[in-house]
């Protein structure tokens, strides 16, 4: 299935827009560059050829469930659609095909399997972002105790459930969440 093309959007999102738009849930203007949205819709293309659903991909590749190939020679899951006993699992990646964002902006999902997302789960991955951010850093600094004392960094988010006419995959539910990270001095 090839998606209608959102609008092209060559200039890049900057924070303050990212959080406009979200927070009007005018969600729509969010968009990929043009060479962006290429990529993209050869992606659902590919998809479309490859493997019987949307469905089984993302249960393939964000789930690891099991594969096998069709009877048409299309790729298929041995997971029930609907999630079976793996119903509620959740898988927090980073978006393959994200927007035209500006650098410092990180753009991840939040699949929930077999269910609706909820705020709670949405407050579980903010949080799982948070720490793996942390290490990130506490890696990067070389665990240098005068940096970490000199620097305080926290993350900013925000997070949108498309409406369904926006959605890619509609049959497991999913989030957007972006963050970035808003470094100041430490006054400690």
């Known amino acids: 299935m090839i998606l209608p093309q959102r609008k092209y959007n060559e200039v890049l999102l900057t924070w303050e827009a990212i959080s406009v738009i979200v927070s ?4 729509s203007e969010l968009g990929r560059s043009m060479a962006q949205e290429e990529e993209y819709q050869r992606f ?20 690891l469930f099991t ?13 029930p659609q609907t999630g079976g006993g793996d119903r509620g699992a959740t898988v927090l990646a980073l978006n393959d095909y994200p927007y035209n964002l500006e650098e410092g ?21 903010k949080a799982d972002i948070v720490k793996k951010f942390s290490r990130d850093m506490d890696g990067r600094k070389g665990k240098e105790a005068s940096y970490s004392a000199a620097v305080a960094t926290k993350l900013e988010f925000v997070h949108y459930v498309n409406p369904p006419h926006l959605q890619s995959f509609r049959e497991i ?11 100041g001095v430490n006054s400690n």
Do not use: N, P
């Open 105 to 125: 902006v990180c753009h991840w999902v939040l699949w929930v399997l077999g269910r609706k997302v909820s705020e709670e789960d949405i407050a579980q991955a």
């Open 173 to 183: 539910d999913h989030a957007h969440i972006l963050y970035r990270s808003v470094t």
């Open 24 to 27: 009007r849930g005018s969600l």
């Open 67 to 79: 594969k096998y190939r069709g009877a048409d020679g299309r790729w298929r899951t041995t997971a």
């Open 44 to 63: 659902r293309k590919e998809l479309a050829d490859s493997w019987a659903s949307g469905t089984d991909y993302v249960l393939h590749t964000k789930f």
